[in-house]
């Protein structure tokens, strides 16, 4: 599918307010100092959608803005591709499938991962804040889910970071292609599995280890009770995908659901937390 490239020409300071506007629709953002870029479906796109956003864009003085591209599926393709550099997080170190790895890396677990039309290459906050709570939560042995697996990226580094079995899932079928790729790709098909669907795809009865999701806040926050009844008593639900100005909105949610924050970390504006279910 054909994706909408919105530039929004607006300082940094400005951009929350339109992350949050756009985040039922973006399947991702990009951001600098005084640009924010947000990748839109062109299903989910309309003229009433860019009039919204176009007024707000006026009512904060930013008039001429907004400009905007169509990516075919093919340049959305090499436009990701060109920008996957190596990337390291924690123990991990992200990279394109034939990518060499650069001799200072050799003590890390390598994640091979080209990112075809799916969000989780490392190049984005969202998942950095994630990986490193795997990085530092999942033990041997442990069970996986991983709820809007994207590239399927944190389920592959669960398993190879010593998780016993990671299943993913995702609404949007050419992510759970691209994931299933991966997972073939890393050598992990024994232990991941990829599904289409969201929360109501992972079995009622799992009671899983750890569970990451770095979704939006807005379907971040319905499938609490759906997430927290799928943790395991002393499991652990790993978020990201949130602001941190929507920190102080989480934390009610997640305290309403009975679910206390352990340890919460920051970059770029994005923010992620892990928590655990009150006993
Ligand atoms: C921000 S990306 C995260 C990808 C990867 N897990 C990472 O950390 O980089 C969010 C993914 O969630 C999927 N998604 C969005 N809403 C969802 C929902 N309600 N249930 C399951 N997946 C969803 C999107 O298709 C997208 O692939």
Redesign the pocket.
């Known amino acids: 599918m054909d994706t909408v490239e919105l530039t929004l020409s607006v300082p940094a300071l400005g951009h929350d307010r339109y992350i949050g506007l756009l985040d039922d629709r973006a399947?991702g953002f990009r951001q600098t100092d005084a640009v924010l870029v947000a990748y839109v479906p062109v299903d989910d796109w309309s003229a009433d959608a860019r009039e919204a956003l176009a007024a707000r864009l006026r009512n904060d003085g930013y008039g001429d803005a907004l400009s905007l591209r169509l990516l075919a599926p093919r340049n959305w393709n090499a436009e990701w591709e060109s920008a996957v550099s190596p990337v390291r997080v924690g123990p991990f170190l992200l990279c394109g499938t034939d990518a060499n790895v650069p001799p200072e890396h050799d003590d890390a677990t390598v994640l091979r991962i080209d990112p075809a039309q799916?969000?989780?290459t490392g190049h984005?906050a969202?998942?950095r804040l994630?990986l490193q709570l795997i990085g530092a939560t999942v033990a041997s042995g442990d069970t996986v889910v991983?709820?809007?697996?994207?590239?399927g990226?944190?389920a592959i580094a669960a398993c190879r970071h010593g998780a016993r079995s990671a299943l993913g899932?995702?609404?949007?079928v050419r992510?759970v292609e691209n994931a299933r790729a991966h997972v073939r790709h890393n050598g992990v098909s024994d232990r991941v599995a990829i599904r289409k669907g969201?929360?109501e795809a992972v079995p009622s009865d799992v009671a899983a280890d750890v569970i990451a999701v770095?979704?939006t806040m807005r379907?971040l926050r319905s499938?609490l009770p759906a997430l927290r009844s799928r943790l395991a008593p002393d499991g652990t639900l790993l978020l990201?995908?949130l602001l941190t100005s929507q920190r102080s909105a989480m934390r009610t949610a997640l305290d309403n659901h009975n679910l206390i924050p352990d340890t919460e970390t920051t970059e770029d504006g994005w923010w992620a937390v892990h928590c655990r279910p009150r006993t």
């Open positions: 399947t799916s969000f989780g984005h969202t998942t994630c991983d709820v809007g697996t994207g590239t990226v944190l899932v995702d609404t949007d992510a969201s929360v770095n979704i379907p499938m990201s995908g």
